[in-house]
């Protein structure tokens, strides 16, 4: 119980920085904003497959930015603090669950800026937003500990690309799949054992974060 709330503490910790510097969570939404109308005005006419491309390529670059100041406070002095006080358990388990929130949130008003701008697909609701959760989740795993390795160098967000691109494509090709489920695309009987590979994918890559992590934090 003490180690859940110390994990809420610090999610708690990085929402209120987030809201400290409004100018980072506005850019974010700008970004989104101004991508979304950009594929919007280059492609008068959708079919629901590209919508569907689209969105996830959108909402993949979306989350390359999102994450890029995951441990930017771990640059400074209170780096020193946290890792003199904070397990990195811990540390890392906050901060997925946090960049999974964010996510989440930005793939919510991605969607809804493009059935705004275009038309909406989905027929499915249920199953295109627990697609939504898993891939959101995916990609907070992989983009948060890039930008842990990423720390500190001047390039950083070119090595959070490098190093997370091939790692989440096995992600977006499977939510790529059950999203067709949810515009009714295709239809497919098993989407519920598409859904168990891209949690065991999620799984397994924070299995080897977590394991992995500790050492990064103590380099």
């Known amino acids: 119980m003490k180690d859940i709330k110390q994990i809420f503490a610090l999610m708690e910790t990085e929402l ?17 904003v101004v991508t979304v109308f950009i594929v919007f005005k280059a492609f008068n006419q959708f079919s629901p497959m590209s919508w569907n491309v689209l969105y996830w390529v ?3 670059f979306i989350s390359t930015n999102a994450v890029l100041k995951t ?4 640059r400074s002095r ?13 540390v890392i388990i ?25 038309f909406n697909p989905v027929s499915k609701y249920l199953i295109f937003f627990g697609d939504l959760a898993l891939v959101s989740l995916g990609l907070s795993i992989v983009f948060s500990f890039a930008s ?3 720390n500190g160098e001047s390039n950083s967000g070119v090595l959070i690309s490098i190093l997370g691109l ?23 009987s098993e989407v519920a054992t598409d859904f168990i590979i891209l949690l065991a994918i999620d799984m397994m890559l924070a299995g080897l974060v ?8 103590k380099s």
Do not use: Q
Not at 71 to 74: C, D, I, L, M, N
Not at 210 to 217: D, N
């Open 78 to 90: 209170t780096g020193i603090y946290y890792y003199s006080l904070l397990d990195p358990y811990k």
């Open 58 to 60: 959108v909402l993949l």
């Open 148 to 150: 842990a390795i990423a």
């Open 210 to 217: 977590i394991i992995l992590f500790p050492i990064l934090w």
């Open 16 to 32: 209120l920085l987030e809201f400290r510097n409004k100018f980072s969570l506005a850019s974010i939404m700008l970004f989104a």
């Open 94 to 118: 906050s901060k997925i669950l946090y960049n999974f929130l964010l996510l989440f949130v930005m793939g919510i008003l991605t969607f809804g800026l493009f059935r705004y701008f275009t």
């Open 166 to 188: 091939p790692l989440v494509l096995p992600i977006l090709l499977m939510g790529i799949k059950i999203s067709t489920i949810a515009m009714g695309i295709t239809v497919d």
């Open 71 to 74: 441990f930017s406070v771990e």
